[in-house]
């Protein structure tokens, strides 16, 4: 495919500007913007802030919308972060795309195994390490990377762009979806929709179409009104952590089978000619192994096994407990109450509410069945369904062109196992095809520890992203 004149002056202003674009990045990583931290939300309001200057200084007209405050679990009220929307152009000829991103990050301090500050960006044999690298700082900075690089080159930005950026993001986005739906009007000339919150299948260039729902739990046992010695009572009372422990365990087995009665009822059957879908998608069993750096075997050997139960097929997970000692050293305590914390990717079909209560009733049953006579209590935190498209259209053709004209290849075509619950919510306020289009690579440990997102993805990935927008100029 040869590469009109336009990209290839954006091109080069892209590769000539590298430097530039990786300095503003160490800005936006050194932004503790972490929304499940109370102590730092100051500082995703900062994140927002910031982003509505650098994308005031390329003449997007801003706006932050304020969307309250939230209740925290000690009953204290905290103040949410705006969401920051911006337009930048109103040409009635033109398309108009809307762009997502979230400005807020996953939690992170070296103690947690980082090799490196996480919120230093820090470069490393063509790899640039730092909280919010990958997810989500690193693919928005590229949207803006695109656009300075149309306007210094004097080149006319064919599509109207509208931006929504918001920094909840990564602990449910909360108050998005309200905010959204209060202002429609807003989406009535927006004819595609894309979303830069995602990864390529290893690495290989990918378009997403579909994605996993989640049912995140809370699961709380309280065995006394404190912590207790455990050379005074231990084994006096029934402890809350055995309890816990006991649950937990009857939640998945070893070979990640659910255990919850009722969870597959509605997930689609495999049809018989599906298979076809995974042959031709790029995609190495061994380089996905050994990117993750597992001891053992993976849960299944094969291609087609592992993608489907990483897109398919629901998943629980077991990701942690409050309320229990976790530093080093000893505490020889036994924990008044603690809290597992647990979640299921929901697929096509499943309803989050039907889910909840297959695990509560579930749960309860157990709990009861075992005998103890402490006080337990599980819900649902927060559910999101499950996100699919068509991919045959003119939005998802235009990325497939954008990533051709830069990568020199067709990416694969997947669905994707995360959760991202503003997919719905765009879905719905605009009535038009919503595309995910990822810029980093499958390792880049997105919500891990030593985190990154690789030099040729941050660069090239803007250049993507600048063709993509040549390309939907281009169709219809």
């Not at 928005?140 to 006319?156: D, F, P, S, V």
């Not at 298979?275 to 849960?299: A, H, N, W």
Request: with cysteine; net charge negative.
């Amino acid at each position: 495919m040869s590469l009109p004149d336009s990209l290839s002056k954006l091109f080069a202003y892209i590769d000539n500007n590298k430097v530039n674009f990786i300095e503003t990045l160490i800005e936006a990583v050194a932004i503790k913007s972490v929304s499940a931290w109370p102590q730092t939300r100051d500082e995703c309001q900062r994140m927002i802030n910031w982003a509505q200057q650098k994308m005031e200084a390329l003449n997007i007209s801003c706006k932050q919308v304020d969307i309250g405050s939230q209740d925290l679990p000690d009953g204290t009220k905290i103040k949410l972060p705006n969401i920051l929307t911006g337009t930048l152009g109103n040409d009635p000829a033109k398309k108009t795309v809307l762009v997502y991103g979230h400005l807020d990050v996953q939690p992170a301090a070296i103690e947690d195994g980082w090799d490196t500050d996480p919120f230093v960006l820090t470069p490393k044999d063509g790899k640039l390490y730092g909280r919010g690298s990958s997810d989500d700082k690193g693919p928005i900075l590229c949207w803006l990377n695109a656009i300075e690089a149309y306007q210094r080159q004097n080149i006319t930005i064919p599509v109207n762009i509208k931006f929504v950026f918001e920094g909840m993001e990564e602990s449910g986005s909360i108050g998005l979806h309200k905010c959204l739906m209060s202002m429609r009007r807003w989406f009535d000339d927006v004819e595609f929709a894309c979303i830069t919150d995602s990864r390529w299948l290893g690495n290989y260039p990918c378009v997403t179409y579909g994605l996993r729902g989640l049912a995140h739990f809370n699961l709380d046992i309280e065995c006394a009104k404190m912590d207790l010695h455990s050379g005074v009572f231990g084994g006096t009372v029934y402890e809350a952590m055995t309890d816990l422990f006991n649950l937990m365990g009857q939640l998945v087995d070893v070979n990640g089978k659910i255990l919850v009665p009722g969870v597959y009822d509605d997930v689609e059957p495999v049809k018989p000619d599906e298979d076809k879908i995974y042959e031709k998608i790029v995609f190495d069993v061994d380089e996905y192994q050994k990117s993750i750096g597992t001891p053992g075997r993976l849960l299944y050997e094969n291609k087609k096994d592992l993608l489907q139960h990483r897109w398919r097929f629901p998943a629980l997970s077991i990701h942690g407990i409050s309320g229990a000692h976790c530093k080093p050293g000893q505490k020889t305590v036994i924990p008044g109450k603690v809290t597992g914390k647990f979640s299921i990717r929901l697929v096509p079909n499943q309803d989050p509410n039907k889910i909840e209560k297959l695990v509560v009733d579930y749960l309860s049953k157990k709990f009861k069945e075992s005998g103890s006579p402490n006080l337990m209590k599980c819900q649902m935190s927060h559910g999101v369904r499950a996100f699919t498209e068509n991919p045959i259209n003119h939005n998802f053709q235009a990325a497939v062109r954008a990533t051709e004209h830069v990568y020199g290849v067709e990416p694969n075509l997947i669905r994707e196992g995360s959760t991202i619950p503003v997919t719905l919510t765009f879905q719905e306020v605009t009535g038009k095809n919503v595309l995910l289009l990822p810029i980093g690579c499958g390792d880049d440990g997105a919500h891990s520890q030593n985190e990154k997102i690789n030099e040729r993805n941050f660069i090239e990935g803007s250049k993507v992203l600048g063709a993509y927008l040549y390309e939907l100029s281009k169709v219809l």
